[in-house]
């Protein structure tokens, strides 16, 4: 093997790694929009039908803010550590 290819190899290897991480906020962070999103219209549904504003944003806080808090980076990370270990 040519210094080249491991070269090429730990270059792939470390880019890789960078490519992961700014895939995985990317896709957390549009998780974060979808969620906020259709909480958004889920309240704007709830005022056309004539629930008041104030009683409409408490009920979709609550759900909203539990996926929210969910798709935190440090909320995963301790996530993942709780998991069992074989």
Avoid: C
């Avoid at 056309?48 to 909203?64: H, L, Q, R």
């Amino acid at each position: 093997m040519t210094a080249r290819a491991i070269a090429s190899i730990v270059w792939t290897g470390l880019t890789g790694g960078t490519k992961l991480i700014v895939k995985l906020l990317w896709t957390l962070n549009r998780a974060k929009a979808q969620v906020k999103k259709g909480a958004k219209s889920f309240r704007k549904e709830l005022v056309e039908y004539g629930i008041p504003d104030d009683i409409a944003w408490n009920i979709t806080s609550s759900f909203a803010d539990p996926g929210i808090e969910m798709l935190k980076v440090q909320n995963l990370v301790k996530l993942v550590r709780e998991l069992p270990h074989d």
